[in-house]
């Protein structure tokens, strides 16, 4: 597993609508109708976490969740947290 360099990591944003990099994660803020929708949306994204061995920092408070990803193994961003954010932002517009 491969830390990508601050360009990479840009680049790679271009790819995943409303992310952004800041103090060593990638992340985003999702807002849901109500408390029960987006602990629906959490359970779809923990299963796939699991199956990806990959786990975010998140944070929930009642319809807003915010999710940061990076790859402590290297200290920094990977592939894997480009690629489970990716799996993130389809969970969430398929619901």
Not at 10 to 31: H, P, Q, R, V
Not at 58 to 86: C, M, P, R, S
Request: aromatic share 12%; glycine share 4%.
């Amino acid at each position: 597993m491969k830390k990508l360099s601050a360009d990479q990591i840009e680049e790679s944003l271009k790819d995943i609508k409303g992310w952004a990099y800041n103090e060593g994660s990638i992340w985003k803020s999702f807002k849901f109708q109500d408390f029960k929708d987006t602990f629906s949306i959490m359970t779809r994204i923990a299963f796939e976490c699991e199956k990806q061995n990959h786990h975010p920092n998140w944070e929930n408070v009642y319809n807003n969740l915010t999710i940061k990803l990076n790859t402590h193994d290297v200290g920094g961003i990977t592939q894997n947290d480009f690629d489970l954010a990716k799996s993130i932002e389809k969970i969430v517009n398929n619901k």
